[in-house]
């Protein structure tokens, strides 16, 4: 039979506004995070990562929270632009090693 | 600086026959990993590769394969292929394979599709 597809998240914002999107992960021994921008037909791009000794980091126009406690990640995107609009992705590793395990991804779409 | 690239882009097979993709990674880096991504799974780890040496492997049948060569490029097979293999087979590149997650970053895909 048809598969059903992932049932995305949709995040509308307006054009300008701050984006949050927020990622619940389950492994408590995760130790590093990464956030992705996939636009359709294009694989996804690097936006920012952060390890767990850290609870924020800066990048431009963006910030990643990490809170361990909850064992929960957001992405913060100011002043969004039209460009902005994508399927953002979190993902964890665990030890040191590069095997990623993806959220199921949001939506964000940004209106004029 | 080149990114990563994958060849070929889109391919169309049937079933029972077997593909082969490519992935030549960002100049120095020396880890490979795969991914597939569907709309039913989303994007879900195939293997890694560091040093020609496949360092973690995902929950995919031995029908997935890999391997990587003394340059680093890498390439995927898949054999007896099955409807359910159509995806986007994603590569991603990092400086390093061990002891510490390093930054991945993403080829465009290889878009397949089984008939």
């Known amino acids: 039979g048809e598969s059903v597809g992932l049932h995305l998240p949709t995040l509308s914002v307006q054009e300008g506004d701050n984006s949050i999107i927020n990622c619940a992960y389950s492994?408590?021994?995760?130790?590093?995070f990464i956030w992705y921008k996939q636009e359709s037909g294009k694989g996804p791009q690097f936006i920012i990562d952060i390890r767990s000794n850290m609870d924020k980091r800066q990048g431009q126009r963006v910030t990643v929270l990490l809170n361990k406690t909850v064992k929960h990640l957001s992405l913060q995107i100011a002043a969004t632009q039209p460009g902005d609009s994508a399927v953002y992705f979190c993902?964890?590793?665990?030890?040191?090693?590069?095997?990623?395990?993806f959220g199921t991804g949001t939506q964000l779409k940004v209106e004029l | 600086k080149a990114g990563v690239t994958q060849t070929p882009r889109y391919l169309i097979k049937t079933r029972g026959q077997q593909v082969t993709l490519s992935c030549s990674p960002i100049?120095?880096?020396?880890?490979v990993s795969w991914y597939q991504q569907t709309p039913g799974q989303g994007l879900q780890f195939l293997f890694e590769?560091?040093?020609?040496?496949q360092r973690n492997k995902g929950n995919f049948p031995g029908r997935f394969s890999g391997r990587q060569f003394s340059n680093s490029r890498s390439e995927m097979n898949v054999s007896t292929l099955e409807l359910g293999d159509s995806a986007l087979y994603l590569c991603?590149?990092?400086?390093w394979g061990s002891g510490r997650a390093d930054t991945q970053y993403f080829g465009p895909g290889t878009r397949l599709t089984v008939l």
């Open positions: 993902a964890e590793s665990t030890g040191g090693g590069n095997k990623l395990t």
């Open positions: 492994n408590s021994a995760s130790d590093y």
């Open positions: 590769y560091f040093s020609e040496t």
């Open positions: 100049s120095g880096h020396r880890s």
């Open positions: 991603a590149s990092s400086l």
